[in-house]
Structure formats: structure tokens, C-alpha cells
């Protein structure tokens, strides 16, 4: 492998490209889980969004519309798992698992027409200081606005949820819906929007596959990264900051573990394939190993179904 | 009286449309690892189901069926409704699909790429992808300016390590210094994870990306990087116009169409088919003329050559990696070694993944 610096920047800047779907998915589920709400159908929802971001680019002709789009049906096919589960109190799990299936036939039926077609190039934001600087210029430019905007998330979610009033009415809600009902909250809204956002939130990361990562629509794209960002959500123990960090692990590793196949390391290669899994968990598990923080941030009310006494 | 003659007319007719019926009643099924959707593989199997169909055959599929438990699951399935001709078009659907043959000796069934006939419904067929790997290994040869090929393989099946050493031995032939890169991905069908290690080949060196894997992502990102790809199982030629230099194309429709025939008229036989350059199971994309024309002259030569059988893709002396000889000189590999053939040859880097 060679050890220059600028070769070590482009691998850094791959590395967050690759983790970037994850990022969006994982902070989407994690407000909608602290508002108390477990949605399994991360995965259904961002294949929506990237079945929709795709055909709308290829309808319009317009990025804007597409990314725009699919942020709204991912959000519109979360209002189905919100009616179910808030409205008429299904079990989360169960709905959430119809979700991701319904999601991913959906997809498919729709993407027929869109098989095929090569996508569009994305821009990319200061794409001529990226050979400027050696080393930096890989990692901070070049990149897709999306991108900015994912790693900014997980510091907006967290300054959300700590500072700010609404913040602290979802965490309520999350930790005692009871509670926060009494306290004259309606659960009920909160959950929703919660619900949305998750849902607005898993389309844009799906987009971000079929406009940027890889430009076209094809069947199951999402290849389980949906699953990955709900499993980052609970082994980064609800904290926006440590999604981060999970999810840059898991990406780094993945591409990590090509290079070192590349370049012939005489490691077994199933070790190597198995090694995003098995450190993304252990990281993740030993930096959260702080029982008080972890009850502090875990949502007591998780999964369970609340319906106001009347 | 007059009522009584209707009824005779009626269940005459019953009968008729009954017995019409179970001619019309042959159906056949195929059972897909990925998407049709994926302009690889199921797809290419897919176009040849449509064959059968416009052959007048009732056909239906099953796609995206994971390998191994879930597999014997849907090809049992589709021989309790009524299935007469079973089509199983991924490796890894070899051990249901002979578990499943053994509990429905009427049903027919056809494992693409494997080896296993332990019933005498089962037959099994393939295609000699690896001709099309050493036109692929010659044109990367010739392409390369790094003499780094990468590639991107999938499972450690006979199959894929064939395609590596054909690659291969056809790449040193025209250029000795040549080095195989290989990245192993262990999925057939994963867009995000294979443009990924297209990628981290590019990274590494590779000016030439070939792939054992069914999407078009790994094209995409050689336009992108500006390198030479060939695409895999059907043209990819409009995902990656510039990079692609040709596509190895399999063509299943006339094997699919002959063999539903043959089963639906009872002269269906237990048999290991095994077609190539020769038959026109595997074809060969146009050459992107970016390689320029005397080039293309010769592969199109060495082409013709490996279709009627005066070159073989492996051609003694062929060594292993450690040097032990393989085929001796002035021989050619004989099927039963290149259907087992587990070993890499001199030339390729790394260790075959136990």
C-alpha cells in the first residue's frame, strides 16, 4: 500500500462518501426513536427515496426537485407507518417490518421504467481546491452538498435535542409518554412528526445512493445499509454524536478492508469482510460503556404503544 | 331429452377444454439469484425466460431468492404448483435443487453452473465464460499502462477462479509483467459495495477493472476514474460508453427455448451441456474502437480461433502458483479439471479464500 499523504486523504474522503447514507438514516431514526416510536422500515423508506430521488431526476431533469422529492416520499410513506401504529396502535415492529418490505416491492414495481438509465452528474462543491491541497484538499472538498450536510447533522440533532425546548419535549415523550401527556403534551403530534422526519430523513439517504453514490436506479440498492443504520442507533446508545462515529468506522472498514485485499495482505478475506461488523460493535459498545449516560439517553418508552385514557 | 343432449354437449366440452388444459397446462419456472432488473446476470436469464414465453410456454419466476435455505424453500414451492421444467440459475442453488429433485421425480430441473446430477431429472448447463475471460485478459494486456488488472471477484467457486486464471494467462501472453489484483466481495449483487471495491482497485493502481459480479456500478466508477471495464453477462456498453472496451454477453435463450420444448413434447433428457464461443452461449459485445483498430482486428481473430477450437484458453504450460506444473506443454485442460479447478495460476497474487 502506498503511504503518501494525498493518497491517505483520497481514502479518507471514500470513507466519508461511503458513510454518509448511513449518517442520514441512522440521525432520522434516532429522533423518531427518543420520541419513543422503533420504525424497522428504515430500509423500506430509503429505497423509496431513492427510487423516487432517480425517476424524478429523470422526469425533470432537476437535482433539486429529485433530492427535494425523495426527502418527501420518504416522508409520505412514513405517514403510513404513522397512521398504523399511532392511530390505530398496531404493534411497531410488526408495522415496521410490513414497511421495509412493502418499501422494497413498491420500489421495484415502481423503478421498472427506470432500469437502465444512466443518472445524472451531481455537482460537486469546490471541486478545483481539492488538488490544491495535498493531504486536506480529499477530505474537506470535492464533496456533494449532501455530504456537508450529514456531517453537520449529527451536531445539529444533538444541540436539538439537549437545547433546545422541542428537544426536550421529544425526549419526554420518548422517556414517558404518560407523563408528558399529563403534563398537557400531545404525544400523539409529536410522535408523528417525529415519524416524518425519520421517514423525510431515510429519502434523502436513499437519494444520496441513486443521485451520488451510485448514479442509477437499480432493484435493492439499499443492499441492508437500512439495517445497518438502525443498528448503529442502538449501539451508539441514542447519541447523535457517537451515530457519527459508528457510522464512519463501519464505512472506513469496509472500504479499508478492499484496499488491504488489493494490495494482497495474507489475512483470510472472510475475516476481513466480517471486520466492519465486528468493530463497528466493539467500538461502539467499549465508547459507550457508561451505564448512567446510557440510561439517560435510552427512550424507556421504546416501542411501546401509547393510547390516551380518556 | 333435449336437456339430457345439452348436458352430454356441455361435459363434452368440459372434458375437451380439461384435456386441452394439460397440454396448456406446461409450465415452467426459474428461480433468480438477483433483480431481472439487474442488467447482469438475471437479467440475461430473464431475456431467455421471455424466449420460452414467445415460444408459446407459460413460464413464471421468482427473483432476488437468496441462496441456500430460503432457495429449496421457493424451488419447492414451484414444484407442488404444478412447475414441469425447473430452471435454478445461480451456483449456490446446486444442493436444494437436487434435494428438491429427489421428492419430485416428474418434475424436470435444470441447475445452471454446477455439477451435481444425483437424479435423473437433473441436468445441469453452463457456459464456457472463460473463452470470453481471455479475450477480456488480452485486451487488458494490451490497455494497461500501470500493469495492474484489477478485478473483482465474487464467491471462491471453480467458476470465478477459472475466469481469474483465463484472465490471466491470457493478459501474460501479451504482456509479461502484468499483475491480477483481486478483490473478493462475497455477494453477486451488491451496486454500493462493488463500485466501492472498483474503487479501492483504482486506488491501488489498477488501469483495467474486469468484474465477477452482476451491476453496473463497477463501470460507472471506471468512466468516472477514466480507466478501461468490461461489463459482465449483458452489454453494459450505455452505463460506462468510453470505458467499456466490450461486454462478455450470455446468451441462455436458445438452450432455455430447445429445452422447454424438448420437456414439454417428453423427449427431455438427463444431460451436463456445457456451450461456449462455439454455440453462441457466450458472445462477445462490440469492440470499443477507443482500442484501436488493430487491436480489435486481433481479438476479433483470436475470437474466431477460440470459437472453432484451434486455441484453447488453456493451452500447457500452465503452472500453479508455487510452479508445479498443471498442463503440460503442448496439451489443453480437459473439462473435468477446469470444473474443478480450485487453484490459481503462476502470475496471480494472494490466496484463494478458504
Known amino acids: 500500500m502506498s503511504f503518501d499523504l494525498n493518497f491517505i486523504g483520497i481514502l479518507i474522503g471514500a470513507i466519508m462518501a461511503s458513510s454518509v ?126 455530504l456537508y450536510f450529514a456531517f453537520l447533522l449529527p451536531f445539529l440533532t444533538n444541540y436539538f435535542l439537549k437545547k433546545t425546548k422541542i428537544g426536550l419535549i421529544i425526549r419526554a415523550v420518548g422517556d414517558s409518554p404518560t407523563s408528558a401527556s399529563n403534563q398537557g403534551i400531545n404525544v400523539t403530534l409529536v410522535r408523528y412528526s417525529c415519524i416524518l422526519y425519520g421517514g423525510a430523513m431515510c429519502g434523502l439517504a436513499g437519494a ?80 459507550s460503556r457508561d451505564s448512567r449516560k446510557i440510561k439517560l439517553n435510552t427512550p424507556t418508552s421504546l416501542g411501546q404503544i401509547f393510547y390516551k385514557e380518556k | 331429452m333435449y336437456k339430457n343432449f345439452l348436458r352430454y354437449i356441455i361435459s363434452v366440452l368440459f372434458l375437451l377444454g380439461v384435456s386441452g388444459q394439460a397440454n396448456a397446462d406446461f409450465k415452467v419456472g426459474f428461480v433468480y439469484v438477483g433483480p431481472t432488473g439487474d442488467h ?30 430460503d432457495a429449496e424453500r421457493v424451488i419447492r414451492q414451484l414444484a407442488q404448483s404444478g412447475h414441469d421444467l425447473i430452471f435454478t440459475t445461480s451456483f449456490g442453488y446446486m444442493d436444494p435443487t437436487n434435494k428438491v429433485a429427489k421428492d419430485f421425480p416428474n418434475v424436470k430441473f435444470e441447475h445452471a453452473t454446477g455439477y451435481k446430477r444425483e437424479h435423473s431429472n437433473v441436468s445441469t448447463y453452463s457456459a464456457r465464460f472463460y473463452e470470453g475471460r481471455t479475450l477480456l485478459g488480452h485486451m487488458a494486456g494490451k490497455m494497461t499502462k500501470t500493469n495492474v488488472i484489477g478485478y473483482i471477484a465474487s464467491f471462491p467457486i471453480p467458476e470465478v477462479i477459472r475466469g481469474i486464471n483465463a484472465m490471466t494467462l491470457a493478459a501474460q501472453k501479451v504482456n509479461p509483467d502484468i499483475k491480477t489484483k483481486i478483490v473478493w466481495v462475497f455477494t453477486w449483487y451488491d451496486p454500493g459495495k462493488e463500485s466501492e ?27 468516472k476514474a477514466g480507466v478501461w471495464s468490461f ?70 481473430q483470436l475470437q474466431k480461433d477460440l470459437a472453432s477450437g484451434k486455441t484453447h484458453s488453456f493451452t500447457g504450460p500452465i503452472y500453479d502458483q508455487k510452479g508445479n506444473i498443471l498442463v503440460a506443454e503442448g496439451s489443453v485442460a480437459d473439462d473435468g479439471m477446469l470444473a474443478g479447478m480450485n487453484v490459481y495460476v503462476k502470475g496471480v497474487e494472494g490466496d484463494i479464500p478458504q
Open chain 1, 21 to 146: 447514507p448511513l449518517i442520514l438514516a441512522a440521525s432520522g431514526e434516532l429522533i423518531t426513536e427518543r420520541s419513543g416510536v422503533l420504525n424497522l422500515g428504515v430500509e423500506g423508506m430509503m429505497i423509496i427515496g431513492a427510487i423516487s430521488g432517480f425517476a424524478l431526476m429523470v422526469i425533470t431533469d432537476n437535482l433539486f426537485l429529485a433530492v427535494i422529492g425523495s426527502m418527501l416520499s420518504g416522508l409520505i410513506i412514513s405517514i403510513i407507518f404513522g397512521v398504523l401504529t399511532q392511530s390505530l396502535l398496531t404493534n411497531h415492529v410488526a408495522t415496521g417490518l410490513a414497511l421495509t418490505i412493502f418499501g422494497i416491492g413498491m420500489s421495484a414495481m415502481i423503478g421498472k421504467n427506470f432500469v437502465g438509465i444512466p443518472g445524472k452528474e451531481f455537482p460537486l462543491l469546490f471541486i478545483n481546491l481539492k488538488e490544491n491541497f495535498p493531504f486536506l484538499g480529499p477530505i474537506l472538498f470535492g464533496h456533494s452538498i449532501i
Open chain 1, 208 to 287: 444520496y445512493l441513486s443521485l451520488i453514490y451510485t448514479p442509477q436506479w437499480i432493484e435493492n440498492m439499499t443492499g441492508g445499509r437500512g439495517w445497518i443504520a438502525l443498528a448503529l442507533v442502538v449501539f451508539a446508545t441514542w447519541s447523535p454524536i457517537k451515530v457519527l462515529i459508528g457510522a464512519l468506522i463501519f464505512g472506513g472498514i469496509t472500504i479499508l478492508q478492499l484496499h488491504m485485499q488489493a494490495v494482497g495482505l495474507r489475512i483470510p478475506v472472510q475475516l476481513l469482510s466480517a471486520l466492519p461488523y465486528i468493530m463497528t460493535i466493539i467500538v461502539l459498545v467499549v465508547i
Open chain 2, 40 to 69: 447482469g446476470w438475471t437479467y440475461q436469464h430473464d431475456e431467455g425466460r421471455k424466449a420460452v414465453e414467445a415460444a408459446g410456454i407459460k413460464t413464471t419466476y421468482v427473483e432476488s431468492v437468496p441462496e441456500g435455505a
Open chain 2, 197 to 223: 471495491a472498483a474503487q479501492a482497485l483504482i486506488d491501488q493502481g489498477a488501469d483495467v477493472i474486469m468484474q465477477h459480479t452482476d451491476s453496473t456500478a463497477p463501470v460507472q466508477v471506471a468512466e
Open chain 2, 231 to 300: 461489463g459482465q453477462a449483458s452489454d453494459m456498453q450505455r452505463f460506462a460508453p468510453k470505458s467499456i472496451l466490450t461486454s462478455i454477453i450470455d446468451d441462455w435463450a436458445p438452450y432455455y427455448v430447445e429445452r422447454s420444448i424438448a420437456a414439454r413434447d417428453g423427449t427431455w433428457k438427463q444431460q451436463d451441456t456445457w456451450h461456449g464461443l462455439k454455440e453462441g452461449m457466450v458472445a462477445m459485445a462490440p469492440y470499443n474502437s477507443a482500442m484501436g483498430s488493430d487491436l480489435v482486428k486481433e481479438v476479433e
